[in-house]
């Protein structure tokens, strides 16, 4: 079954606003990690945070962990209509562990 | 630095044909990672490689589907007798080592089967 699941599915907001994801997985983890998938291309990586980390900035984005919950959310702060993409959580189970796990993902747009 | 080099970035192939998809690592990266996407869901793991072994393939439908990464050049993804549900995006990842947290993706191929 699928590890990640993210919500919404969906989510349209206008330029400046915040965005936030959720993403919530079923077993323990050694980290997780965030992509973003613009149409038609590739992933790329945004961001990582380790099962010890609770919380982790990256520029305007923020990443919290909550191990207890097995949940996990994205905030974009001042989003810009270059933000809008398909945003995908994705967990490792271990250290060593090579199958990243991914959510189905949140579509997000980003009116100007 | 190229980046993960992924060929064809689009294909387009009858029933029953054969897919061939290529996938050359980053510069120094010797593991390589094949995930497929359907339309609107998520990354779904294949297979693992390292150069002429297969360490995961636990992703991997049981039949037509085979990977390889040679000693020498890409891996490759084959798809035999390709079915209408094979249609999707296939993507490669590369990393320098099992133990680096982050693998690197490429632009993705994407079949469509008619």
């Known amino acids: 079954s699928q590890q990640g699941e993210e919500d919404p599915q969906a989510l349209s907001i206008q330029e400046g606003e915040n965005a936030t994801m959720n993403c919530s997985y079923k077993?323990?983890?050694?980290?997780l990690q965030w992509y973003r998938q613009n149409s038609g291309r590739g992933l790329v990586h945004l961001i990582l945070?380790?099962?010890?980390?609770r919380e982790k900035h990256s520029g305007r984005l923020r990443v919290t962990l909550d191990t207890s919950k097995k949940s996990s959310s994205l905030l974009i702060t001042a989003s810009r209509a270059a933000d809008t993409a398909s945003y995908f959580c994705?967990?490792?189970?271990?250290?060593?562990?090579?199958?990243?796990?991914f959510g189905a993902g949140t579509i997000l747009r980003v009116k100007s | 630095n190229a980046g993960v080099m992924q060929n064809p970035r689009h294909l387009v192939r009858r029933r029953g044909q054969e897919a061939r998809l290529r996938c050359s690592p980053m510069?120094?990266?010797?593991?390589v990672y094949w995930y497929r996407q359907l339309p609107e869901e998520g990354l779904k793991f294949m297979v693992y490689?390292?150069?002429?072994?297969?360490?995961?393939e636990s992703g991997m439908p049981k039949e037509r589907f085979s990977a390889e990464f040679p000693k020498e050049g890409p891996s490759i993804l084959r798809i035999q007798q390709v079915v209408r549900g094979d249609s999707a995006a296939y993507f490669c990842?590369?990393?320098?080592?099992?133990?680096?947290?982050?693998?690197?993706f490429g632009e993705g191929s994407w079949l469509t089967v008619v």
């Open positions: 510069k120094g990266h010797s593991h």
């Open positions: 490689l390292q150069k002429e072994n297969i360490i995961d």
């Open positions: 945070i380790r099962s010890n980390e």
């Open positions: 077993t323990s983890i050694n980290n």
């Open positions: 990842a590369s990393s320098p080592s099992r133990q680096l947290y982050t693998i690197y």
């Open positions: 994705a967990t490792r189970t271990d250290e060593y562990g090579n199958k990243l796990v």
